[in-house]
């Protein structure tokens, strides 16, 4: 299991892009990273997952380097409901029997400021 | 699409007092989970069940909890007696397929406080 790590708490100012690394130095050949996002008193939600390069959806960017060691989830223009924890996993999805793929770590907990 | 459903989502109980929670899946979905959310750490992954049967359950404190998911729906996640510091959030999710970094949908959670 690669374990990640994330900075603890991050702020930002309304309309700025927030770029979140989490570095994975120990990420396996077929492990695909994850993050997820958690409001307060809410379960967490899926974001974005990717496995090399350069992934886009309609929230969100996630950048992966070469050596895979490290990814960047990039939210442009914050506003201040993305105030939130993100979560970054790193696992197999081919792994079948899911175990001791799900560590969510303490996250980043992201403020963004008026 | 209705989302994964939990009750009760408020809980009180005494000490050495028993709790159960109750999770509804989203419909089709054969992988169900239940987390253990602490205030200020990550969910961390209580018991993991594919249809009726249990994939992992490693973390799950079985002297007091368990676990069970009748006919691959619904589950029920019990707490027999429970201790102060099993007060958190409980969270459940289901998800398509089995493998654990695929797209899970999690439930509101039910905050259990135990005085």
């Known amino acids: 299991l690669a374990k990640t790590t994330q900075p603890i708490s991050m702020d930002s100012y309304e309309g700025q892009e927030v770029n979140i690394t989490c570095s994975h130095n120990?990420?396996?050949?077929?492990?695909?990273i994850t993050w997820y996002q958690q409001f307060p008193s809410q379960g967490p939600r899926f974001i974005i997952q990717?496995?090399?390069t350069k992934v886009t959806n309609e929230v969100a960017s996630l950048f992966i380097p070469a050596d895979r060691k490290s990814s960047t989830l990039s939210l442009p223009r914050v506003s201040l409901s993305d105030t939130a924890v993100y979560y970054c996993?790193?696992?197999?999805?081919?792994?079948?029997?899911?175990?001791?793929?799900?560590?969510f770590g303490t996250g980043t907990r992201l403020t963004v400021i008026p | 699409e209705a989302g994964v459903a939990q009750s009760p989502r408020y809980k009180i109980i005494e000490k050495r007092q028993s709790v159960a929670f109750w999770c509804n899946p989203i419909?089709?979905?054969?992988?169900l989970y239940w987390y253990q959310q602490i205030l200020g750490q990550g969910p961390k992954l209580l018991i993991q069940?594919?249809?009726?049967?249990?994939?992992?359950d490693s973390q799950l404190p079985k002297d007091r909890f368990s676990a069970e998911r009748l006919k691959g729906v619904d589950s029920t996640l019990k707490i027999q007696p429970a201790k102060l510091e099993d007060s958190a959030v409980y969270l459940c999710?289901?998800?398509?397929?089995?493998?654990?970094?695929?797209?899970?949908?999690f439930g509101p959670g039910t905050r259990l406080t135990v005085t």
């Open positions: 999710a289901s998800s398509l397929t089995p493998s654990g970094v695929y797209e899970q949908y």
């Open positions: 419909s089709g979905h054969a992988t």
């Open positions: 069940f594919q249809n009726n049967g249990v994939v992992d």
């Open positions: 996993l790193v696992g197999d999805i081919s792994d079948q029997t899911g175990a001791n793929n799900l560590f």
């Open positions: 990717g496995y090399k």
């Open positions: 120990n990420i396996a050949t077929n492990d695909y």
